[in-house]
């Protein structure tokens, strides 16, 4: 596969290795991916959904999902608790 891409993509050779991804290109989007939501979502009140399900190999897996509530969702929930 690899001597395929080096010779029939321009620039194919140059396709990062997974542990390569792993080392430097995963922390830096995660870092800055993490700040994002820290800036959307401070000072906010956040509605938090929580998922546990298992991927193929069985391992556990964590979904986490947050959305800033809007005003009138405050509200809605406020008059139910």
């Not at 321009?10 to 390569?20: E, L, R, T």
């Not at 956040?46 to 190999?57: K, Q």
């Not at 964590?62 to 959305?67: G, H, K, P, R, Y």
């Amino acid at each position: 596969m690899c001597e395929f891409l080096e010779t029939s993509v321009k620039g194919g050779g140059v396709i990062p290795v997974a542990n390569s991804l792993h080392q430097h290109y995963v922390p830096k989007v995660y870092n800055k991916q993490q700040a994002d939501i820290i800036v959307q979502l401070k000072e906010k009140k956040v509605a938090v959904v929580v998922d546990v399900t298992t991927d193929i190999m069985g391992h556990y897996v964590v979904n986490v999902l947050m959305q800033p509530m809007t005003l009138s969702q405050r509200q809605t929930t406020a008059d139910h608790s």
